[in-house]
């Protein structure tokens, strides 16, 4: 007995849904639900559905539309048992309308059914195979019904090892470890085959396996109940297998648990396999009126809720049995008589419906070939027509276009003289305007000019004060300050020196600034003792006085406390001054190979006010300030621009 529970749908609700639904969504909403928890109703959608059927196929060449429509029709023949005809109506959809991977697989779980339900195992087999090879690719939002697993498929052809041994490798595939209810279903199906069988002793380690899983689980209210029947289904195979070797009295307890909570939750198939076997085990105590009692309640199941005649016919065999017991031997051989009619006229009805169905398979396939081959001409007709149309209207647009064209350049012609006059006017406007703005530039640019030489000439007037105060100032340390404010005057002065000397009035040259800088500072501070050198390796690089001042001073500060503080007196030594160009800016290195700076020269209270302004400097001008004590001292500026 496998596990069946699910929440059905609400008709009222569906319908309410469906009315208020547009005609795309009506499809689709059909299409979602099983038919069969929609048959009463389906009488007062039916002519809906028909007609957008009808608009779809003569209007639409939407393929989702004809894919739904076709499983709405072929859920609806599943249901009526017309299965060679619902096969055909997928195959067809199959090739015809199914546009991906789900289309596919959703018509592939209903095929397999279909034959599954013809008894065509090998050919569900197939359908199976073709599932897996497309089961991975399908869309996780997607909900399609697996159908039957393979385990399934080879239990119906009673090759029961085999079916053992798939049902174990869909256990490692498919069921998480966490999965309680999945390893429950395992077992239970595990248990269900060893029954098939007649391997008791199997079943029941696998049965009592499911059980013990179910009872440590933590379960909530609401789900509490179908738990209990999922425990009583367990119970209720478990006593299949104590009735097959004989014990009656274990199964009896455990079949009556399946029962009641089997009509608790309106499972009434499982509810009739218990009163059925239950009714065999009080045959087998000789226990009449118990055994006749649940042969009452088991025919009334199957006269109001149990629908089909495989049911029928294992009720048929019981009461040949039962009567067989209370030696009415009359009525014993009236239900086995009635149990070899029904099943010889349903093997004969079978026969009949594959008969028929194949019948009405190919006075479809027919009726579909006319249908097509009318829709090609129709089809046909209109494109001819639409030719027609088209070529009418382009005709006619363009008669329109190339009058509107001719309208339009007797016209422009016309007023091509005014648009000529006033376009020259308007250049004579704009050839003024430049030149004023051209005057005005240039006049500015002479302001900017004579602004920059003025600076520069009140900068060369405060330096020559200051070499005055130098010849009457008899402290060194005055002297030595006055000298350094009047390098830095000059390394300001050199700025807008340039500046008003180039054309360009805002940028300078980087190479040239540094390498005049530098001149001018050498022939300052001149000392034989001293060697300097110069490499400029890019003059392309240009800056502005934003920039050019405060890297003035910074050189002018590092190279004067090289001649000063560097070598000792007497001694010859040797200074260098580069400027490389990087990707992003530019690395300036000033070095000498004197004494070096003293140990404790990063103590900011050992700094001098030249060493502070150096590193003022550099923070003015964002860049990298590296200083290297090897063979003397290393300066490193790295600038981005």
Not at 597 to 612: A, I, R, T
């Amino acid at each position: 007995m496998p596990l069946f529970f699910k929440a059905e749908t609400d008709p009222k609700l569906f319908l309410e849904k469906f009315n208020k639904a547009d005609l795309k969504n009506k499809v689709r909403l059909v299409s979602s639900v099983p038919f069969s928890e929609i048959k009463d109703i389906y009488p007062q959608i039916k002519d809906t559905l028909e007609n957008v059927k009808r608009l779809v196929y003569l209007r639409s060449q939407s393929k989702e539309a004809k894919f739904l429509l076709d499983k709405i029709e072929a859920d609806i023949e599943l249901y009526n048992q017309n299965y060679t005809k619902a096969i055909f109506i997928l195959e067809n959809s199959l090739r015809n309308h199914a546009s991906n991977v789900n289309d596919s697989l959703k018509c592939y779980s209903m095929l397999k059914n279909a034959f599954v339900k013809i008894r065509d195992i090998n050919k569900a087999f197939e359908i199976h195979h073709l599932m897996e090879m497309k089961w991975d690719r399908k869309s996780d939002t997607i909900n399609i019904d697996y159908g039957h697993q393979k385990s399934t498929l080879y239990n119906m052809l009673g090759l029961t090892d085999q079916a053992i041994n798939e049902r174990r490798i869909e256990g490692k595939k498919y069921i998480a470890k966490n999965d309680t209810d999945g390893y429950a279903n395992l077992y239970n199906d595990i248990g269900v085959f060893y029954n098939a069988r007649k391997r008791s002793d199997s079943a029941q380690f696998y049965f009592l396996k499911a059980k013990n899983l179910l009872l440590q689980k933590k379960v909530s209210k609401d789900r509490e109940t179908f738990y209990k029947f999922f425990l009583a289904l367990i119970d209720g195979n478990l006593a299949l297998s104590y009735f097959n070797e004989g014990d009656v009295t274990a199964a009896i307890p455990l079949l009556k648990v399946d029962v009641y909570y089997s009509l608790k939750v309106q499972n009434y198939e499982s509810a009739f396999n218990s009163y059925n076997l239950l009714t065999k085990c009080y045959v087998n105590l000789k226990q009449k009126q118990l055994a006749k009692s649940y042969l009452d309640s088991a025919q009334n199941l199957l006269n109001e809720k149990v629908k089909g005649i495989a049911p029928k016919l294992r009720l048929l065999l019981t009461c040949a049995s039962y009567y067989n017991s209370v030696k009415d031997f009359y009525k014993s051989n009236e239900c086995y008589q009635q149990y070899v009619n029904i099943n010889d006229s349903f093997q004969l009805m079978e026969k009949e419906r594959k008969i028929y169905n194949q019948g009405v398979a190919i006075s479809i396939e027919k009726s579909e070939i006319e249908l097509n081959e009318k829709d090609r001409l129709i089809e046909q007709n209109k494109f001819e027509e639409a030719k027609q149309r088209t070529f009418r209207a382009y005709l006619l647009a363009g008669i329109f276009i190339l009058s509107t064209i001719i309208i339009f350049l007797i016209l422009n012609n016309r007023n091509s003289k005014k648009r000529e006059l006033q376009l020259s006017l308007k250049n004579k406007q704009i050839g003024s305007q430049n030149h004023l703005i051209e005057q005005s530039l240039k006049e500015k640019e002479a302001l900017i000019k004579e602004i920059h030489h003025r600076v520069k000439n009140n900068l060369q007037i405060i330096s020559s004060m200051l070499s005055l105060q130098l010849g009457k100032v008899e402290d060194e340390t005055t002297e030595t300050i006055l000298k350094d404010a009047q390098q830095r005057i000059n390394a300001i002065s050199l700025t807008h020196q340039m500046l008003y000397q180039k054309d360009n009035i805002s940028t300078i040259s980087l190479g040239d600034y540094v390498e005049n800088l530098v001149g001018q500072i050498e022939a300052t501070i001149f000392s034989s003792n001293i060697e300097l050198n110069t490499s400029i390796a890019s003059r392309e690089r240009k800056i502005n006085i934003d920039t050019a001042v405060p890297l003035g001073l910074m050189i002018n500060e590092i190279l004067t406390n090289a001649y000063k503080h560097a070598f000792s007196a007497g001694t010859k030594g040797h200074v260098s001054v580069s400027l490389n160009d990087t990707n992003t800016g530019c690395i300036l290195t000033i070095s000498d190979n004197g004494k070096g700076l003293p140990k404790n020269f990063e103590n900011l209270n050992q700094k001098s006010m030249g060493m502070e302004l150096i590193h003022i400097l550099a923070e003015q001008l964002d860049a990298n300030l590296k200083i290297e004590k090897t063979n003397g001292t290393t300066f490193i500026i790295e600038m981005k621009f």
